[in-house]
């Protein structure tokens, strides 16, 4: 077992770090011309398996530009920080996120502490919390645990909704005004969109205003959110991840970013349509990694992790398996739960990772 921590895993992984203006403008020009002519598409067509096609396609390529606007969030798409900024602020409109509460929420928290309770997307109730909901509520929240089906309505209610577009008010004390900026950047883009419906409206004989809505907004945001809540899900709901009450409480068990991230192993095409979001672990330990050399970091990161990795090649029925164990969580066993309160999963060890020398590479 490997006994490298997550400071040294960094060392490691730092020559993935470059980062070019070449691969990310076009990464970033070639998803952008996607999302237009996939969204064209959908409202010139008549057919309406054409219409349907296209619009699932228009959803799947705002979860593409997503991730361009998540790396260069960080800092890690091209070597400049202010044009790093702005094609965050351009990448994060079709998926209507908010620049500056994404820098909050997602860099500032969730890269802090990943999987404690409260802070991070698909948080897992204790049974006793469960218990107290009321019926109505338990109900959602097993509707958010259904196979894929679940994944849009969480996403949207629980994470974009509450934290990612409008400024909240348990946010007031930070970066106020670039809150309200951005929500007003997004509020234009909206009115422009929606103009731009209004006039394919009035240019395309068979298309009425509320198709345009349907097939050009509609259908790609639900498909755009499913993407998100599934990939969100998948990093760190696993049989092998630990989830932790506190900050102080995964400080103390030394857990590491790599102790609580999944690397699930999608076919190679899935890779380059999601722009390599699931080679999630390197990016944790990482974040300077740009997307266009993830999966090379990745496969370094498996490497020197040896058994300490959390690797799960993707299966639909192995996937439902795990969505049947990870319902509810027992804290203080460090175990997944079902719903009704049985233990599914094994107790997970405590990370246990002396000091050593970092591996060469």
């Known amino acids: ?12 992984l730092a020559p993935y770090a ?9 990464v970033l020009f070639r998803d952008l011309a996607l999302f237009v002519g996939f969204t064209w598409f959908a409202l010139f067509f008549e057919s309406y398996w054409l219409k349907t096609l296209f619009a699932i396609l228009a959803g ?5 530009i997503f991730v361009i606007g998540h790396d260069a969030a960080h800092n890690a798409l091209t070597p400049s920080k202010r044009l790093n900024a702005l094609i965050g602020r351009i990448a994060l409109l079709p998926n209507l996120h908010n620049y500056t509460l994404w820098l909050i929420v997602h860099n500032r928290m969730h890269h802090v502490v990943p999987c404690v309770a409260g802070l991070n997307s698909w948080t897992p109730l204790s049974f006793e919390e469960y218990s107290r909901l009321p019926k109505w509520r338990q109900a959602i929240e097993r509707l958010y645990r259904v196979p894929f089906l679940g994944f849009a309505p969480y996403y949207a209610r629980e994470r974009w909704l509450k934290e990612k577009f409008f400024p909240p008010r348990h946010l007031a004390g930070t970066r106020r005004k670039g809150q309200y900026l951005d929500f007003a950047l997004l509020a234009l883009y909206l009115a422009t969109l929606f103009s731009l419906f209004y006039y394919a409206s009035l240019r395309i004989p068979h298309l009425q205003f509320w198709e345009a809505v349907v097939w050009g907004f509609v259908i790609p945001q639900w498909v755009w959110n499913t993407l998100g809540g599934f990939t969100v899900y998948t990093h760190h709901t696993h049989p092998r991840v630990t989830w932790y009450r506190s900050e102080a409480a ?11 991230t999944v690397h699930m192993v999608f076919p190679a095409w899935y890779g380059v349509i999601s722009n390599h979001i699931m080679d999630h672990p390197a990016h944790h330990v990482a974040t300077k990694i740009p997307l266009y050399n993830l999966h090379r970091a990745q496969a370094r990161l498996n490497e020197l ?31 997944w739960l079902s719903f009704s ?14 000091e050593a020398a970092p591996a060469t590479a």
């Open 250 to 260: 995964m400080q103390a068990a030394g857990a590491g970013q790599e102790d609580v």
């Open 305 to 335: 992790l040896g058994e300490r990795a959390i690797v799960e090649r993707f299966s639909p029925l192995r996937y439902l398996a795990n969505m049947r164990r990870c319902q509810l969580y027992d804290y203080e066993n460090r175990r």
């Open 60 to 64: 799947t390529a705002i979860g593409s």
């Open 1 to 12: 077992m490997s006994s490298l921590r997550t400071k040294q895993l960094r060392r490691e």
């Open 18 to 26: 470059a980062r070019s203006y070449a691969p990310g403008l076009a």
């Open 341 to 354: 309160g049985q233990p599914t999963s094994e107790t997970v060890p405590m990370p246990s990772r002396p």
